[in-house]
Nanobody, 114 residues
């Protein structure tokens, strides 16, 4: 049973920053692909960013503002979010898998509001 535990969400003002963390149960080395997705109220879950074999991929809406990274020594994947906008408000989910996303975390709420 794989568990992914996200942390770092919260309330932030527009223009602010947050860093999300995701720690899998067991070794992160099992997962070739890890990513962050989000779901806003009334909308479908959407890709935010993925990282696979060191190569990152971003949604157009976050390109240049968000950075995904992976630290195998700390068994953690991060999402650094800068210049946050109200439209970034959503529940953010960590995903992991061997060749595609097979496992999901419970999500962490990010709210961008003044």
């Amino acid at each position: 049973q794989v568990q992914l535990v996200e942390s770092g969400g919260g309330l932030v003002q527009p223009g602010g920053s947050l860093r999300l963390s995701c720690v899998p149960s067991g070794s992160i080395g099992r997962f070739n692909v890890m990513g962050w997705y989000r779901q806003a109220p009334g909308k479908q879950r959407e890709l935010v960013a993925t990282i696979m074999y060191g190569s990152a991929n971003y949604a157009d809406s976050v390109q240049g503002r968000f950075t995904i990274s992976r630290d195998n020594a700390k068994n953690t994947v991060y999402l650094q979010m800068n210049s946050l906008k109200p439209e970034d408000t959503a529940v953010y989910y960590c995903g992991a898998g061997r060749y595609k996303i097979d496992y999901w975390g419970q999500g962490t709420q990010v709210t961008v509001s003044s």
